[in-house]
């Protein structure tokens, strides 16, 4: 191989622009694609990667049993930390929770500036676990001293706007604390993100907190990663600290009933898994002390590399059928080289070179486009993917051009070999074989299919999201703005004005009190009701003020709802439940459980007599993924949301709420949002998923219109005799134009036989994620088909003219 060997093979490539552009345009889009997709699926294979020792790192978690759906949580009783450090094959332990509870971060004062920060309160053993090292000061004696902290080097930027911070002063909370040491910034793909991060002795964590973390005495929860020895057994040290967790008074104080309903079940059943899988964990529900952040379905990156490695197919089809074709009409070219004395490896390296040099081109316009496209393709993903682009990774994308280069240029030069230099050099080209004319036509069918495949299953996702996004959540969500407050309104003097201040101002038509927004769960939690020598249920409660039906416009299924009228703030008798929960107790109906009584258990231990007033309809508290629960509700005013309801505009309220929030609250952030976008976050991801799949289907059908065009072109050359010879007998242009048509449709309906039932079990696949279904029939499937046929007409649309305008005697002469 020599450098005049690249010199002709580009030679070559310049001599046909069009046909260039047209190959290196085609496999740069296929290949930005996919790296893009690919980048993404190996950014999330690393989340946690860059931990020292990773993988004898585990996520100590439960399943909350007295839950009956068993929840599985990423916290642990804060009392297991001093027991596993304990236990053999356990070389660390390192406990920590966030700073506030993430529904309610963090708040922190520079000069007049305020930000909500994520910060981690922490044990000793932490930094060591995670392998931190200071840039800046002394890590242990930040982590140590009260009035100190430490911050990411992104963090002091963001804060202080240099990472060069050590000593500047912040307020968290009313509390003056001073940056004490600074660390580099942990990556983006990790599961525990921070900024900040204190020591327990901190004045920012608090006495209670403080002793909690060094005691356990109550059985609180918080997170904890273990490092296990290599070659430990990690099923013993589970059943270590499993008879610690039951053997802790503080974490079986339980009513009677539930004891009983646990029967042998453990109320807390701990396990461990590798903090490299920790990622993919995302069934985890959220707790009151975090939520699980950042996690994805594994199905679902496997799904989207199959989805790169198919583009990437589809694009190297194409350019194997178009080579095909140029092979074809460079027949006299390669005939006189092997007339000249070519031998079988030149005509290997010249088509081999040829193939490299669109590949190398097209990675790097692939490259190019991919770095462009990186900003929104972020948005799609909902991560930051800045360090996409590591020299590793470019040097891994022209690795993969080259092996593509490599493969797509076998087929095409194996048909240059068979070209019999006598027959065509007398005048008398080869025509393709028919067992490679059939190949390209199933390449072409296959290209087709694909995207018709990935139209329909886009079709259903978006419409099942449209649905679920629209689906009524037992109220009109229009009026409503969600406020949050950084303090219970009950317990705070201040909440309370703030609440009454509000529901006072123009254009506002009420304000009530919930724990939870409808649409999100912030503070869920579960207690069983039982019926007086009767049958019990566990169910959700909901705290609310005793206008909340009211407000929302809610009517009763039986009985009455909640009245501010009839009802006092905070009377711990009356009870409101929903149908599946009057079922779950054992009522023949709605009506029959109206003045009934069912006996609560408070978190004091003590029962409380209540008295059902009304049956509520459903409210989506959960998203269509999960059926309605039996839910009870109590009158209660300590919860920390306010649902404001707007007279006339929405966005009045809002600037309402702004313009009061500093008299009130002036050390922390407002949290305002439109009830309608809290109800659309539970399917935010779907919504992302649907767009990435439309690109994706947008590609596909674009690259499988160009193998369409490039078939249509090689069927009009092949069979031009044929077409002049009908016309000499009689045939319209119709009937040509009918002819082209029909070869090219039934390769689109053979790709519908092929697409359809895959579409149809990665449709259902999906949707057995959701409870409540769209409509979604075969009409998915007609409207990819339809899309598919559209587009091939409109990619055949030129051949086709051409063909029933081609001259006879010009064809014939040719």
């Known amino acids: 191989m020599k450098l005049r060997d690249f010199r002709i093979g580009w030679r070559a490539l310049i001599q046909e622009p069009a046909y260039t552009l047209a190959v290196v345009l085609g496999l740069g889009v296929g290949l930005a694609a996919c790296l893009l997709l690919l980048g993404f699926v190996r950014y999330s294979m690393e989340y946690d990667a860059h931990l020292p020792g990773v993988d004898r790192i585990y996520v100590a978690k439960q399943h909350f049993n007295i839950d009956p759906d068993s929840p599985l949580h ?54 060591e676990m995670l392998g931190m090292r200071a840039v800046q000061g002394d890590l242990a004696d930040a982590l140590e001293k009260p009035d100190r902290f430490v911050i990411t080097e992104a963090g002091a930027l963001r804060l202080f706007g240099t990472t060069n911070a050590l000593g500047r002063t912040m307020l968290a909370e009313g509390n003056a604390v001073q940056v004490g040491a600074v660390v580099p910034t942990p990556p983006a793909n990790t599961t525990i993100p921070f900024e900040v991060i204190f020591g327990v002795n901190s004045v920012v964590a608090g006495p209670d907190i403080r002793h909690e973390m060094l005691t356990g005495e109550h059985g609180w929860m918080g997170k904890m990663l273990i490092r296990v020895q290599p070659g430990a057994s990690l099923p013993a040290i589970i059943d270590r600290l499993q008879k610690v967790v039951d053997a802790a008074p503080s974490l079986h104080q339980y009513p009677p009933e539930t004891r009983a309903r646990l029967g042998t079940r453990k109320a807390i059943e701990l396990i461990m898994s590798p903090l490299r899988d920790a990622y993919f964990d995302y069934k985890m529900q959220n707790s009151f002390i975090s939520m699980p952040g950042d996690r994805a379905n594994p199905v679902l990156v496997a799904g989207l590399a199959a989805l790169a490695l198919l583009i990437l197919l589809m694009a190297a089809i194409n350019y194997v059928n178009l080579s095909m074709v140029r092979v074809l009409r460079r027949q006299r070219e390669v005939a006189m080289r092997k007339v000249l004395g070519a031998g079988v490896g030149q005509l290997m390296l010249l088509f081999l070179l040829e193939s490299l040099l669109v590949a190398m081109t097209a990675t790097a316009l692939g490259l190019m486009l991919a770095w462009l496209a990186l900003p929104v393709f972020s948005q799609l993903v909902d991560r930051q993917l800045d360090g996409l682009f590591t020299l590793q990774n470019i040097v891994a994308a022209f690795g993969i051009g080259g092996l593509l280069g490599v493969l797509t240029a076998i087929y095409p030069a194996w048909v240059a070999l068979r070209v019999h230099p006598t027959q065509v050099l007398a005048g008398r080209p080869d025509t393709e074989s028919r067992g490679s004319m059939q190949w390209r036509r199933a390449l072409t069918v296959l290209q087709v299919s694909v995207a018709m495949g990935f139209a329909a299953v886009t079709i259903a996702v978006a419409w099942q999201t449209y649905y679920a996004m629209h689906a009524s959540p037992g109220f009109d969500p229009a009026p409503f703005v969600i406020v949050d407050m950084p303090e219970r309104v009950r317990d705070s003097e201040k909440a309370r004005r703030f609440y009454s201040t509000l529901a006072a101002q123009p254009g506002v038509a009420g304000v009530a009190i919930s ?64 149908a599946a929960a009057a079922r779950e107790l054992g009522f023949a109906s709605d009506e029959a459980a109206i003045g009934q009584t069912v006996l609560f258990t408070g978190f004091d231990n003590k029962v409380i007599s209540k008295r059902i007033v009304g049956i509520a309809p459903d409210l989506r508290f959960h998203s269509l993924r999960d059926a309605p629960r039996a839910t009870a509700y109590e009158l209660w005013t300590a919860g920390t949301v306010l649902s404001v309801r707007a007279a006339t505009d929405p966005a009045a309220v809002e600037r309402s709420v702004q313009a009061l929030w500093p008299s009130f609250f002036p050390d922390a952030i407002p949290k305002v949002v439109r009830a309608g976008d809290v109800l659309a976050r539970n399917y935010a991801d779907d919504a992302r998923l649907a767009k990435l799949m439309s690109v994706a289907t947008g590609i596909a059908l674009a690259i499988a219109a160009f193998g369409t065009y490039v078939l249509s072109a090689n069927t009009v050359q092949r069979r031009a005799r044929e077409i002049v010879m009908r016309k000499l007998h009689g045939a319209r242009g119709a009937d040509i134009g009918v002819l082209v048509v029909r070869e090219i449709g039934s390769l689109v309906l053979a790709a519908a036989a092929i697409a359809s039932p895959l579409a149809v079990v990665a449709i259902r696949r999906y949707l057995s994620g959701y409870v409540e279904h769209a409509p979604i029939g075969y009409w998915t499937l007609l409207i990819a088909l339809s899309l598919t046929l559209a587009i091939a007409l409109i990619a055949i649309a030129r051949h086709t003219w051409l063909a029933m305008r081609m001259a006879p005697a010009e064809a014939l002469r040719t």
């Open 515 to 578: 724990e939870d927004p409808v649409g999100r769960l912030d503070w869920i939690w579960s207690r069983e009701l039982k019926r007086p020598g009767g049958q019990g249920a566990t169910m959700e409660m909901k705290s609310v003020s005793a206008n909340f039906f009211e407000l929302y416009g809610i009517a009763p299924l039986a009985g009455r709802l909640f009245q501010a009228e009839w009802d006092k703030e905070d009377d711990r008798v009356p009870v409101v439940l929903n």
């Open 74 to 127: 990423e916290v642990v009783p804060m009392l297991l930390r001093e027991p596993a450090l304990k236990t053999p094959g356990v070389t660390g332990a390192a406990l920590f929770i966030p700073a506030r509870p993430e529904i309610t971060p963090l708040t922190v004062r520079v000069n007049r500036s305020m930000f909500a920060v994520r910060g981690l309160t922490v044990m000793p053993g932490f930094t």
